[in-house]
């Protein structure tokens, strides 16, 4: 039987200090609401918070024990920021090395308070990687049972292809809305879905810019209404349209969850679809 869950997927990165400072029992009642919607997936990295986030998460999970089984665990590891504990040259990098993988894991594993995430993925590509090097630590982690399912995050579709003979990829985390729609036009998101991965679509309000009181806004509010959404749930239902794609959300707010999922309920016929891009473009479709 098809799965009735809303193509969604919640992302903590506002949950601390970048965000909403939600305290732990906060962040327990928002993960209970999201799974209340069939929402089961939680987008985690170890930066997020300057490196607290995951902390914070763990302290909610331990404040209500029956979250975790319940929650699927999607941990993204690589960045190097330039506050990050042994960051000496204090410069903002990748490191794919199995080095900074065990280091970056095992920190994972204990400020969530967890022995495995389920799935794990390479936040940003570092050109310096060894596709090599890296599908031999997967298969450690696996035997030991730390890491689930392997994915990418924000990786260009040519570099996608270091992994797909070598690891399957279960998803591919890439920026994409009727603003940045990048994706789209330069092949990664086809690439993904070619490769058997879900895309998973971060910022899909275009980091706010639909949501400004402007010509393009109206536009997207015209069409909208024809559905019977707000502005925010149209161009939320636009990129759940696409095939093989998720979205994910950062919102805090339990109310803004069940929007959401009301929004991804259906997809938008073809002309609206198109309408949307064009409105968000600013100019025709090619």
Request: charged share 20%; hydrophobic share 45%.
């Amino acid at each position: 039987m098809a799965s009735t869950a809303p193509p969604l997927i919640l992302g903590s990165m506002r949950f601390g200090d970048w965000g909403a400072r939600l305290a732990p029992a906060e962040v327990a009642r928002l993960l209970a609401a999201a799974l209340d919607l069939g929402i089961d997936t939680l987008d985690l990295a170890d930066i997020y918070g300057g490196h607290t986030t995951n902390a914070l998460v763990g302290a909610a999970l331990r404040h209500d024990p029956t979250l975790r089984p319940r929650l699927h665990l999607l941990a993204k590891v690589g960045i190097v920021m330039p506050e990050s504990p042994g960051n000496s040259r204090r410069v903002q990098h990748y490191d794919l090395s199995p080095a900074h993988l065990d280091t970056a894991l095992a920190g994972t594993l204990r400020d969530l308070g967890v022995g495995r995430v389920d799935t794990l993925m390479l936040h940003r590509f570092d050109p310096r990687l060894d596709a090599d090097a890296v599908t031999g630590w997967v298969a450690g982690q696996r035997e030991r049972g730390t890491i689930g399912a392997f994915g990418l995050s924000n990786f260009p579709a040519a570099a996608m292809s270091l992994f797909t003979e070598k690891l399957a990829l279960s998803a591919h985390q890439i920026e994409l809305s009727a603003a940045a729609s990048q994706a789209l036009d330069d092949g990664t998101h086809a690439a993904s879905r070619a490769a058997g991965s879900e895309v998973q679509a971060w910022s899909p309000l275009g980091g706010g810019a639909l949501l400004a009181d402007d010509d393009r806004g109206r536009a997207l509010d015209a069409i909208a209404f024809d559905f019977g959404l707000d502005r925010a749930s149209l161009v939320l239902r636009w990129v759940a349209s696409l095939p093989a794609t998720r979205v994910v959300l950062g919102t805090t707010r339990e109310e803004r969850l069940a929007d959401a999922a009301r929004a991804v309920e259906q997809p938008l016929p073809a002309d609206a679809w198109y309408a949307v891009w064009q409105a968000a473009r600013g100019k025709p479709v090619p």
